[in-house]
């Protein structure tokens, strides 16, 4: 079997909703870390042999498959395909490892897999229209992924206020990375135009670092009423626009393409799980990629957890034993936002990026998926 290893691996800035990339159509936005990636490895486009992109949204200025567009809005030209999915929240993620899947059948020798959501212009939840009625011929219930998290914060015994010191560390952690410089290397500048006007984004426009208890002890409840949940906008995570790619190639092709790769792809893995709960995913998801690749929790030196909301991080934590220190070290998604396809991307780019810089080895991403299902992906560093 033929080793996948990442090339390299970007992301665009998230703007916040109705921020920067207001004026931005979704497709310039999934051309954005194509273009960088293509800059920074001086690549000749033909060598890709196909963009495998994420989209949980894929109607009106995201429809008509984004995947196959992106590409050539970043100028590749006619010959390079691509193909977009839907797994959800876990879109991004499960495009890299369809994309390992298919290096390492020897399928395929160069591919970029990423993904985008512009969840201003195309807003989430505008693709479904509910489910047909024999669905509850199998299922009692229907609901969403809010009613999940303030489900799992009950089954835990969790207090608003410690998910709350949860999501306050989150915002403090992406604070302090962002001003050492963690994010430079892997956050590209846009190039745009707002309200008429040419615009560079820099930066994610979603954190607020300065957060403290005090002030998400103001917020109102997002999912249920006052005295009866514990989830809201403070301790869930940011709607935003983004995206996010990386270039996975074979051993041998980085070898003839004199790239240097940063990490290999070691094993994926996605289940499913009860859709009425929903979110507790990461956790099966987590064992289930461990085991495949006969490796123990131990063995991993950082994780990312997608913070969905606070209460599916802290839930994994609670059945991993993993220590809070490990994960999500430079901020989750409650910091810096959550564009639903091209999240799980985006957290493997921040994994890759975070063993180079610390010269750790080893390294777990998962995450939560709507109607129930769970993704991982372990990789290492070379």
Same mark, same amino acid.
């Given at each position: ?13 998230? #703007?916040?909703?109705? #921020? ?14 194509? @273009? ?9 486009? @033909? ?160 954190? /607020? ?46 070898? @003839? ?6 990490? /290999? ?38 994780? @990312? ?68 299902? #769970? ?8």
């Amino acid at each position: 079997m033929h080793e996948a290893v990442i090339v390299d691996a970007v992301r665009t800035p998230f #703007g916040k909703r109705d #921020g920067s990339f207001r004026d931005t159509h979704p497709q310039d936005l999934a051309a954005k870390p194509l @273009e960088a990636l293509e800059e920074r490895n001086e690549f000749d486009p @033909e060598v890709v042999e196909d963009v495998i992109y994420g989209c949980v949204t894929p109607i009106g200025e995201q429809g008509a498959n984004i995947g196959r567009l992106a590409p050539m809005v970043a100028g590749w030209g006619d010959g390079v395909p691509g193909v977009q999915l839907n797994r959800m929240c876990g879109s991004g993620q499960q495009a890299v490892n369809f994309a390992a899947a298919n290096v390492m059948a020897g399928q395929h020798d160069v591919l970029v897999a990423g993904g985008v959501e512009h969840m201003t212009r195309e807003p989430m939840g505008s693709d479904g229209d509910g489910v047909t009625d024999t669905y509850f011929e199998y299922f009692d219930e229907l609901t969403h992924q809010g009613e999940g998290a303030e489900r799992i914060a009950e089954n835990y015994d969790f207090s608003r206020e410690e998910l709350d010191e949860l999501a306050v560390d989150s915002q403090r952690r992406w604070g302090e990375a962002w001003d050492a410089g963690y994010y430079d290397d892997q956050v590209v500048p846009v190039e745009t135009e707002l309200d008429g006007e040419e615009i560079t984004v820099e930066q994610d426009e979603h954190p /607020r670092p300065e957060t403290d208890l005090e002030t998400l002890a103001g917020l109102p409840l997002a999912f249920r009423e006052e005295g009866n949940g514990v989830h809201h906008p403070g301790n869930s995570s940011g709607i935003v626009d983004g995206s996010s790619a990386l270039l996975i190639a074979s051993r041998e092709a980085a070898e @003839e393409h004199g790239w240097k790769p940063m990490a /290999r792809i070691v094993q994926t893995e996605v289940v499913g799980v009860d859709p009425i709960t929903m979110l507790t995913g990461p956790i099966p998801a987590t064992e289930g990629v461990l085991e495949k690749a006969d490796m123990e929790l131990e063995e991993i030196d950082l994780f @990312e957890v997608n913070e969905a909301f606070a209460s599916v991080v802290a839930a994994w934590l609670e059945e991993t034993g993993v220590s809070w220190e490990q994960v999500n070290v430079n901020g989750g998604a409650i910091a810096h936002g959550h564009p639903l396809g091209g999240t799980g991307a985006m957290l493997l780019t921040k994994l890759v990026h975070e063993l180079e810089r610390t010269g750790q080895d080893t390294a777990l991403s998962t995450m939560c998926i709507g109607f129930g299902q #769970g993704v991982a992906t372990i990789i290492e560093r070379v």
